[in-house]
């Protein structure tokens, strides 16, 4: 079993930052790939970004390509996403999500673990 719990949402006005946090513990097999996505009301859940643990792997949506930054802290068990530029197309609720596997997980399906989920809003 992996636990995540996020951290550092908010609302902020168009162009500012924010970011994220996810503290993950639990079995370390089973939080290989960790990453961060989104949803929209009424809108499946997307990927935004995601990183395999231990490697500089990492995946990003294109629409936030250049502004967001996943990173990994792998002594205190967190995976970060330091959101800049932010957009009022940004504001969502975000997710971080982990799973065991072999190849990085760019997709909601790919997926096994999740958090409760953290607002963010961008104003304009």
């Known amino acids: 079993q992996v636990q995540l719990v996020e951290s550092g949402g908010g609302s902020v006005q168009a162009g500012g930052s924010l970011r994220l946090s996810c503290v993950a513990s639990g079995n370390t097999y089973d939080r290989r790939c960790m990453g961060w996505f989104r949803q929209y009301p009424g809108k499946e859940r997307e990927a935004v970004a995601t990183t395999y643990i231990g490697s500089s792997s990492t995946y990003y949506d294109n629409s936030v390509k250049g502004r967001f930054t996943i990173s990994q802290d792998n002594a205190k068990n967190t995976v970060s996403l330091q959101m800049n530029s932010l957009e009022p197309e940004d504001t969502a609720m975000y997710y971080c999500?982990?799973?065991?596997?072999?190849?990085?997980?760019?997709?909601?399906?790919?997926?096994?673990?999740w958090g409760q989920g953290i607002q963010v809003t961008v104003s304009s």
């Open positions: 999500a982990a799973n065991r596997c072999y190849l990085l997980g760019t997709t909601p399906g790919e997926y096994k673990y």
